[in-house]
């Protein structure tokens, strides 16, 4: 005889073993870390996820098309910013970006560029911060099951990221004296390092630490040379990305509706 808890389960595992009703679910989640996490709850889920278009969209691994996004258009003579037609793009001289998101497993712009308005930000490229302080020894490639390091920047993809990145290491022989710190303050050495990084399907954050780590092996005395280990001075540590920027739910809905900024038309 069944029982309601008995039913409850049968149409349950019903409902999760069927790839499609999985997925609507699954792309009901706010946010990629929840995708990430979810991945980890049987093999079935995870092969969902990894193999549905639509997630790997939202999980950041699969670029969105940009045929799908309007570009936006900033225009110099009445400041204001607005939705942007195909013949406008391709003008000589044109300042337009795509509205995109930023993958939130990574990085943050809050308190970087935000506090300048929509207008001023889609003039430059948009600043962006590390979440937290990422293994350079590579083991993020097989943190969350590794597809860590193959995820997108940000969706629609930006194609160029520059980085300017302080570095320090710890180790044998590292310890600075007082006078060679350099002001840092911490008595470990630190290195500065700049660098471009472009790919045509999307930059994506393994593409930003193999840049990171190529530069640290090219320094004296390399990445892991006696013993020692680099990390990312996070605080000290910014990237643009070109081609896009990250506007707020208010800013998208002024866009949409017309224009913001200046004198609308």
Same mark, same amino acid.
């Given at each position: ?209 193999? *840049?990171?780590?190529? *530069? ?50």
């Amino acid at each position: 005889m069944l029982t309601r808890a008995t039913t409850t389960s049968l149409v349950q595992n019903a409902v999760f073993n069927t790839q499609e009703l999985l997925e609507t679910i699954l792309l009901h989640l706010p946010k990629p870390q929840n995708l990430l996490a979810a991945r980890r709850v049987n093999s079935h889920w995870n092969a969902v996820i990894l193999t549905s278009t639509p997630l790997r969209r939202k999980v950041y691994l699969t670029p969105q098309p940009t045929s799908k996004h309007t570009p936006w258009l900033f225009d110099a003579k009445r400041k204001t910013l607005r939705l942007c037609t195909s013949q406008e793009c391709e003008m000589p001289g044109a300042l337009w970006t795509l509205p995109a998101t930023l993958n939130s497993v990574f990085f943050c712009v809050e308190g970087v560029g935000m506090r300048d308005g929509i207008t001023k930000r889609v003039q430059r490229a948009e600043p962006v911060l590390l979440r937290a302080r990422p293994d350079m020894s590579g083991a993020n490639a097989e943190e969350k099951g590794g597809i860590c390091e193959g995820m997108l920047v940000c969706q629609p993809a930006s194609k160029q990221v520059t980085f300017e990145w302080v570095v320090e290491r710890v180790g044998k022989g590292d310890v600075l004296s007082r006078s060679s710190r350099s002001g840092n303050g911490s008595g470990r050495l630190r290195k500065f390092i700049t660098d471009k990084v472009t790919n045509e399907r999307g930059v994506t954050f393994g593409d930003l630490m193999g *840049a990171v780590r190529d *530069a640290i092996k090219r320094m004296p005395g390399g990445l892991g040379t006696d013993g020692s280990e680099w990390s990312v001075v996070v605080e000290k540590s910014s990237l643009w990305l070109s081609g896009v920027v990250f506007p707020t739910e208010e800013d998208r809905e002024g866009v949409e509706m017309g224009a913001v900024g200046g004198r609308a038309t």
